[in-house]
T-cell receptor
């Protein structure tokens, strides 16, 4: 079956612009995660959705970052007034969710490489 | 609070040699531990996970890891390296409470022919 997909694969923007990054999880997965991976680092947790609601957004670095998942499937990560420090690969992952969330296998998308000039 | 430390950002082994990638964890609750692999230009993929059952966990592609509570370690091993094992490997931890997963900084494995 189809895996997690992310669009666009690459995004180049200018400082101060607004960007949206999209994630299509595996069908039937109720849990969805966003991570940010900077060069030479591991994925850094940003936000986690269980269904439509953001169950944990404690990893969002500041209020320029926001994510939605209105129908419990596709999610969009939104970054306002982008800064050069936002440049990174943004990863999305989905898992079955529910009671076994902490032991779930997460299935990762290929990521969106964001470059802020 | 939970975290993992991966010792050695780069590891090189000869083809056919033992692979040992180190991961130590810190957790105030019983941890669940994972190893993920990232091949070039691909997404992260689960190798194996420890979820408080057997302490020796076998994963895909001949990899295994042993949970050692006394050493707070979850090192990844493979008896004989293959060229196709060259990739970035990440250790991760989650806890019985909370939903966050914490990843290490990764270890890049190079296999020398």
């Amino acid at each position: 079956g189809a895996g997690v997909s992310q669009t666009p694969s690459n995004k180049v923007t200018e400082k101060g612009k607004y960007v949206e990054l999209r994630c299509d999880p595996i069908s039937g997965h109720t849990a969805l995660y966003w991570y940010r991976q900077s060069l030479g680092q591991g994925p850094e947790f940003l936000i986690y959705f269980q269904g439509t609601g953001a169950a944990d957004d404690s990893g969002l670095p500041n209020d320029r970052f926001f994510a939605v998942r209105p129908e419990g499937s596709v999610s969009t990560l939104k970054i306002q007034r982008t800064e050069r420090g936002d440049s990174a690969v943004y990863l999305c992952a989905s898992s079955l969710g529910g009671a076994t969330i902490n032991t779930d296998t997460q299935y990762f998308g290929p990521g969106t490489r964001l470059t802020v000039l | 609070a939970q975290s993992v430390t991966q010792l050695g950002s780069h590891v090189s082994v000869s083809e056919g040699a033992l692979v040992l990638l180190r991961c130590n964890y810190s957790s105030s609750v019983p941890p669940y531990l994972f190893w993920y692999v990232q091949y070039p230009n691909q997404g992260l993929q689960l190798l194996l996970k420890y979820t408080s059952a057997a302490t020796l966990v076998k994963g895909i592609n001949g990899f295994e890891a042993e949970f050692k509570k006394s050493e707070t370690s979850f090192h990844l091993t493979k008896p004989s390296a293959h060229m196709s094992d060259a990739a970035e490997y990440f250790c991760a931890v989650s806890g019985s409470t909370g939903n966050q997963f914490y990843f290490g900084t990764g270890t890049s494995l190079t296999v020398i022919p």
